[in-house]
């Protein structure tokens, strides 16, 4: 497992394709990989090949999102290391909330997040900062409206750290 480098947004975007395909997750342009890249970690098999990734992005002082996170290789624990490790550095930015929106309920139950209630985490000061954002990872934190169609049937789930 490493940081992602600029030479993994090809094999970031093969892994996703599948899922985007399926409307599982939402497909992004090259250049959004490129933006968020320093948020991204890869999982490599023995030949160096990559087989995972997961990408945490902050989005407040005490909150933070747990964002395409793919493996190629379901089972083998890959997706239980990327996420130790997303939330291992989660937790050295000092961020003390994960969030996540996802179809794999079990998989991030099982690593102690809960379904989230339908009432904001954040105080009405922060929900309104949140609100100026143009990401729609954000968008879907909030549950606004506007992202409702690219997330029917996700689960909002969240962890304390």
């Known amino acids: 497992?490493?940081?992602?480098?600029?030479?993994?947004?090809?094999?970031?975007?093969?892994?996703?394709?599948?899922?985007?395909?399926?409307?599982?997750?939402?497909?992004?342009?090259?250049?959004?990989?490129?933006e968020s890249l320093q948020q991204f970690r890869v999982a490599e098999d023995d030949d160096g090949t990559v087989v995972g990734c997961g990408a945490l992005h902050v989005m407040w002082e005490d909150i933070a999102e747990v964002r395409t996170l793919v493996t190629s290789v379901p089972g083998t624990g890959v997706g239980h290391a990327l996420l130790g490790q997303l939330l291992d550095d989660a937790r050295a930015v000092g961020v003390q909330r994960v969030f996540c929106l996802t179809f794999e309920v079990e998989f991030f139950v099982r690593h102690g997040f809960e379904v989230m209630a339908n009432q904001s985490v954040v105080d009405?000061?922060?929900?309104?900062?949140?609100?100026?954002?143009?990401?729609?990872?954000?968008a879907e934190f909030l549950d606004l409206?506007?992202?409702?169609?690219?997330?029917?049937?996700?689960?909002?789930?969240?962890?304390i750290l």
């Open 1 to 34: 497992m490493r940081p992602a480098r600029t030479s993994d947004v090809a094999e970031i975007r093969r892994l996703v394709a599948p899922l985007a395909d399926r409307r599982v997750l939402l497909e992004k342009e090259a250049v959004a990989y490129f």
């Open 124 to 138: 009405p000061e922060v929900y309104s900062e949140l609100l100026r954002s143009t990401d729609e990872g954000v």
């Open 145 to 159: 409206a506007r992202v409702k169609p690219n997330t029917l049937g996700n689960t909002r789930m969240i962890k």
